[in-house]
């Protein structure tokens, strides 16, 4: 089972903010995912083919064409700053 004081540094490393109940129930449902988890560790599953999703999915995206864009100066005409050709952005803060 997994603790309050895990369910804190959790919640802490996601900055969410829980009530008391709250880390109740995330202890309780945390332990019940891990479980499962644990469940899924004892399959054998080297007969198994890693994939990317759990259905085949065919054709979900177009092919990678180039063809025309946008001129440069509408693409930029609504930026609120531009420099060099390209839109700028403020530096994120330290």
């Known amino acids: 089972m997994i603790g309050k004081d895990e369910v804190l540094h959790v919640a802490r490393l996601a900055r969410l903010h829980l009530t008391p109940e709250e880390v109740e129930a995330m202890s309780g449902e945390l332990s019940g995912v ?19 999703h759990v259905a085949q999915i065919t054709g979900a995206l177009r092919d990678d064409e180039p063809r025309p864009s946008l001129p440069l100066a509408t693409a930029l005409a609504d930026a609120p700053a531009v420099s060099d050709d390209g839109f700028l952005v403020p530096s994120p803060q330290a």
């Open 34 to 52: 891990l479980e499962h988890v644990e469940r899924i560790a004892e399959l054998d599953l080297s007969e198994v083919s890693p994939t990317a």
